[in-house]
Structure formats: C-alpha cells, structure tokens
C-alpha cells in the first residue's frame, strides 16, 4: 500500500501545523510521498507566502527595493524551523532567491518559491528525502503540463526513493527555467506524483473536515459529504462549490485512484472520499447543492421554430460567433431559452441580439438579468422518485420563483434558475428538505 499526501497550505503555516503534519505522516509507514504547498494564512488576516512572493516580483518589476519583504518571508520560515528545532539554514537559498529576482527569474520562479522553501524544511522534519519539482514536472513551451514526459520523470525518479517530499505548484521548461500551474496547483503536483506511482490512495489534507454539502456561508455548519463520485464533483465545481484544483481530477480518475480530502487539525475526521464509482449510497438523496449568481437569460420565441431545420444552430452560432460560452439551454416548442454570464454578455449584447434577426427572424427576443444557477446533485436521484416535487414543493413554500429547470439525462444534477435575491433563500430550502429534514 502507497498513499501519497499532499499538505494545503494552513497545514503548513507554523511550526504547530508542521507538527501535526508530521504525526499524521509518521502515523501510517504507507504514507511515503509528501507533496506540501507554502506557509498559508495563521490567522485570518495573515498572508499567504506565495502572495508575498508574488509582491516581490512587482517590487523588482517595478525597479523598488525587494530587500524588506523578502527578509519578511525569511523570518517567517526562520520562525518554523526554530519552532521545530531543525539546525538547518535557508540564509544561502535567500541569497540566491535575490539575486535570481534581480536578475528576472521572472514571476513563476518568485512564485515557486514558497512550496520549494517549505519543502526543504519539512523534508528535513521528516527525515525525508528532498525532491526539486523542477526536475520531475515537465511543461510545454506554452505553459501547459507535458503529462507525458512527467510521467516518466517521476516514475523514473521516485522509483528508486521510498520515502520523499515533492514540493507541489511548480515544475520547469524544457530549457530548465520555472513554470507554476495556477493558483493552488499543488494538488496537481499530488495528482501526478499519485498517477506515476500507482498509488492506493491519495490523501489530500487541508482545513476542512471534507467536502461539503453546501456553502458554509449559506448554511453554517453543514453536512459533509462521505463518498462523491467523480462526475458529481465535477458538477458541483462547475457551480462554485471548490476544495480542489479542477485540474487534480484528470491524473487520478483515469488510474482509479481515490482522493480522500483530509483535515490536518482534525485527523481522526475520515474527510470525503473521491471516487470513479461506488454503490455505497449517499446519506440523503442528494449529495450537494451548488450554485451561481450573475447570469443572463435570453428567450427566442418563433412560431413553428420546431419544424425549421438548423434553428438552434443559428441562434447558437450568433454566440460562438460572439465568442460566448453558453451555460444552459432549457428550450419549449416554440421557443428557445440560453443562459449566459451576465457579465460577458452584457458588452455583446446588441450585437448578439441583432445577429439573432438576422440569421432566424424570430418572433420575439427577450432578456432577463440578475439570475442565479443553483445545481442540485446526487446520484441518489436516479434511484428515488419523487425528488424534482420535493424540490420545488420546497422552493414553493419558500416563495421562490423558479424561473428554470433543466434535469440532464443522467439524472445527476437539476438546475433551477432563480433571481439573483432569491439564491440563498432557495438554496435554504432545499437543504432544509434534504438534509436537515433527515437528521
Ligand atoms: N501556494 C500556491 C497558492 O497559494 C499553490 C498551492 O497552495 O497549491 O496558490
């Protein structure tokens, strides 16, 4: 059994987490490859050490001096290697971290940095062997991951190392120079380092006890999600709902690796468990609710619209051609409903609205605005009947009008389009009917 564990970045953010983070790897001797981000938020109005980073390559850009908050980001790591009574120093790496920056190592590097430091530090914790991300994640000269050639570096690599710490984010060109993925790409960097060592499992520790049923700022202290399946993750992240980078999934998914979403201040949580599928069914018919405001409907009335061959495909044409991506697309007999953002469309609204007339001469085209798409999933509902009514007699009783649903044939997900005002109120009700009704 090989687990391979990934540390988001408030595990990580002082010599406390990294404590913590040590007894839960030194816990089980099958969790052998670490993948940590850089130190996260302490508390709330902390900042992130890759924010800092970030800053730095501004400074340098911007011809200041980078002196004073590059020496901030020291004392930060000074203070966790203190914390952990390690003898090691980083004064040589900070030496070169500033001459790399005034010599334009560019805004990746500086990024990279942070998971590059914490990974130092937390390999020699652990007793560790260190692994530099730069020779193991391999990217293509326009930015995206060679997933090939990595692959093959971390297989090659790790093959021959039982126990390592990968620092995640980051990995390099061809030509060796830096590349990041974007914004919380370590859990990439757990992925790939998963797939290439066929991993049984893939541990992904954070501050959150897993996934949860619904937004906390919606409904506080809601439910958390056992089993997800995949698809079901996927549908929710479409909608908002985030714990995970969208791009960790490919890598893991097509090897049949399961995600466990873990909470490093809170261990004995068994978290949320990622699947490809699994009979176990979910606690309530639904497994989460998910939603976004802030888009636009346009409706396309024209009598006899059926029978007229390659309607849809106009109309929808006049949106490529716009360079817009549709988001839902509920349609009657006669008529045509698209939602879009709002914030897209509103700048292309006239030409859209004309190249519409032009290409299908409809009867009527109409516009509302300030909707919310809230996505209702679970992959209980196949089996359940009854639950569309459930939904709605719920958004009934709450006064909601529901302006759109849109059930997709998998039967996994129900969309309903609401006024922007009424999102929280409807996603109350149906929580309420679903989960807590259960408890
Ligand atoms: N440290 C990076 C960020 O803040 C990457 C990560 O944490 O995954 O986005």
Redesign the pocket.
């Known amino acids: 059994m090989k687990k391979v564990v990934k540390f988001?970045?408030s595990s990580l953010a002082s010599a406390e987490q990294f404590k913590k983070v040590a007894s839960i790897i030194k816990a089980e001797d099958t969790r052998r490859y670490v993948v940590p981000?850089?130190p996260g938020k302490r508390f709330a109005s902390d900042t992130?050490v890759?924010d800092m980073l970030y800053q730095c390559y501004d400074l340098v850009e911007a011809g200041k001096d980078v002196t004073p908050l590059l020496g901030k980001i020291e004392s930060r790591y000074e203070e966790i290697i203190k914390g952990l009574g390690l003898k090691l120093s980083l004064r040589e790496e900070f030496v070169k971290i500033k001459e790399d920056l005034l010599n334009k190592a560019g805004e990746m590097y500086a990024a990279s940095r942070?998971?590059y430091l914490n990974g130092m530090i937390l390999a020699d914790y652990l007793g560790f062997s260190f692994v530099d991300a730069a020779e193991l994640i391999r990217f293509h000269e326009d930015g995206t991951l060679n997933a090939e050639k990595t692959n093959e570096l971390l297989k090659e690599s790790l093959s021959a190392i039982e126990y390592a710490v990968i620092p995640?984010?980051y990995g390099s060109f061809e030509d060796g120079s830096i590349c990041t993925f974007s914004?919380?790409?370590?859990?990439i960097t757990g992925s790939l380092v998963a797939k290439a060592i066929h991993a049984d499992m893939y541990e992904n520790w954070t501050d959150v006890s897993g996934f949860l049923v619904v937004d906390p700022r919606i409904i506080s202290n809601p439910e958390i999600i056992e089993v997800i399946t995949y698809r079901e993750l996927r549908e929710l992240a479409y909608m908002g709902a985030s714990v995970l980078h969208e791009d960790a999934i490919f890598p893991v998914r097509k090897e049949g690796i399961p995600i466990n979403i873990r909470n490093t201040n809170s261990p004995e949580d068994k978290g949320t468990l990622i699947v490809e599928s699994t009979c176990r069914k979910s606690r309530y018919t639904i497994t989460g609710i998910a939603g976004k405001k802030g888009f636009a409907s346009i409706n396309v009335d024209k009598d006899m619209m059926n029978s007229e061959i390659g309607f849809c495909r106009k109309v929808l044409s006049v949106f490529e051609n716009n360079g817009l991506s549709i988001e839902h697309m509920p349609s009657g007999i006669d008529t045509m409903t698209i939602f879009v953002q709002q914030s897209e469309f509103e700048e292309k609204e006239q030409q859209v609205i004309s190249g519409i007339h032009r290409s299908v001469q409809p009867d009527v085209v109409e516009m509302e605005s300030d909707l919310a798409l809230i996505a209702v999933v679970g992959r209980g509902m196949k089996q359940t009947r009854g639950t569309a009514g459930r939904i709605f007699s719920a958004l009934a009783h709450a006064r909601v009008n529901v302006k759109m649903i849109d059930q997709g044939s998998s039967e996994l997900n129900v969309i309903i389009g609401v006024k922007n005002s009424d999102f929280e109120t409807a996603i109350r009700a149906i929580y309420d009917i679903f989960v807590t009704a259960q408890i």
Not at 183 to 187: A, E, I, Q, T
């Open positions: 988001g970045g981000s850089a992130k890759t942070g998971e995640g984010f914004r919380g790409g370590s859990d």
